[in-house]
């Protein structure tokens, strides 16, 4: 749950804060949590990061996977007003495994999914 009580709604599931777990437990960081955030950029007009983050900064919001377990998820407010309404997943292809966002707000989005665009 965010740690802000009128906060735009963002879902983590249980398979995304766990693989953030053993990344962070490979890294020999196994107490941080994900930073999820946007910036403006990729060929789309906006793209995802994701970094392992060892605190929230004091504006972040803090989501926890909703089974309680894996590590928690950091997402600043300005990252968060263009991520309202969407879920992070962790997606496994044959092209291979990264964390997923399915966002509502985008419109449009580029062929590695890595950048979107908002309407």
């Known amino acids: 749950m965010p740690d802000g009580m009128n906060a735009p709604s963002f879902r983590v599931t249980p398979r995304a804060a ?4 053993a990344i962070a437990a490979r890294e020999g960081r196994p107490g941080a949590g994900l930073r999820v955030s946007v910036s403006a950029g990729g060929c789309s007009g ?3 990061g994701f970094a ?3 605190a929230p900064a004091p504006e972040d919001l803090v989501f926890e996977p909703l089974d309680g377990s894996g590590a928690p998820v950091f997402v600043d407010p300005v990252s968060l007003d ?8 962790w997606a496994e292809a044959l092209i ?10 985008a419109v449009s989005g580029c062929g590695c999914g890595a950048s ?3 309407g």
Not at 18 to 21: D, L
């Open 96 to 105: 291979g495994a990264h964390f997923a966002i399915r966002n509502p707000q």
């Open 52 to 54: 392992l983050e060892d």
């Open 116 to 118: 979107f665009a908002i």
């Open 46 to 48: 906006f793209q995802y």
């Open 82 to 89: 263009l991520l309202a309404g969407s879920e992070l997943d």
């Open 18 to 21: 766990a693989q953030a777990a």
